[in-house]
Each structure stands twice: as C-alpha cells, then as structure tokens.
C-alpha cells in the first residue's frame, strides 16, 4: 500500500509554467508506475502522463504531448509533472495516481490539486 499527497497547484496565466509534485510513502516507491489524470469541470477523469518503475518508459495525453514533462525521483519517493505553455483548457484538478507494478489498475489516489489557466 502507498499513500499519496500531491500539491504545487495554483493559478497562472496562460503561457506559464506549473510544477506539480506527488509525494509517496508507505511502502516500496519503486514497485510503482505512476500516472497523473486530471478532471475538469462537469467532465470526467482523463489520464495525462505516466512513467514506469524506474522511469524508462512515458506516456503522455495528446493533448498535453510536448508541453508536458512527467518525472520520478525515486530516492525522494516523489513523482512530479512539469506543465509548460499552460492553455485555459489545461484547467482542472490534478490527481496522482499509484500503478502496482506498472500493470495499469491505479489503485491509490492523492487528494488532488488544482490547477487554474487564466486568459
């Protein structure tokens, strides 16, 4: 089991850059993959990038290929998402998600943080 607290989410406007980080405890950080997915409103919950146990492997959403970068430090238990070139319709609660061994059933969730794309 892995408990999850994510944060770094705030307002900017459009063009700007947000880091988001997700901190992990509870057991082996490494026997992860992790995923972000974000969910806007009166809109369901979409997948935005994930990266493998180690960090060897990402995916990313469409609509955020290019602008957005996903990263683990394993040492600090904390996997992070770089959002650059913010557009209004990246508005939405970010979630971090945990993926037990990287066989994509996302079993823990963090709190959400909110992000918010002005202009």
């Known amino acids: 089991q892995v408990q999850l607290v994510d944060s770094g989410g705030g307002l900017v406007q459009a063009g700007g850059s947000l880091r988001l980080s997700c901190a992990a405890s509870g057991r082996t950080f490494s026997d992860y993959a992790m995923g972000w997915f974000r969910q806007a409103p009166g809109k369901e919950r979409e997948f935005v990038a994930s990266?493998?146990?180690?960090?060897?492997?990402?995916y990313y959403a469409e609509a955020v290929k290019g602008r957005f970068t996903i990263s683990r430090d394993n040492a600090k238990n904390t996997v992070y998402l770089q959002m650059n070139s913010l557009k209004p319709e990246d508005t939405a609660v970010y979630y971090c998600?945990?993926?037990?061994?990287?066989?994509?059933?996302?079993?823990?969730w963090g709190q959400g943080t909110q992000v918010t794309v002005s202009s």
């Open positions: 998600a945990a993926d037990l061994y990287g066989g994509n059933r996302y079993e823990n």
């Open positions: 990266i493998s146990r180690f960090g060897g492997i990402t």
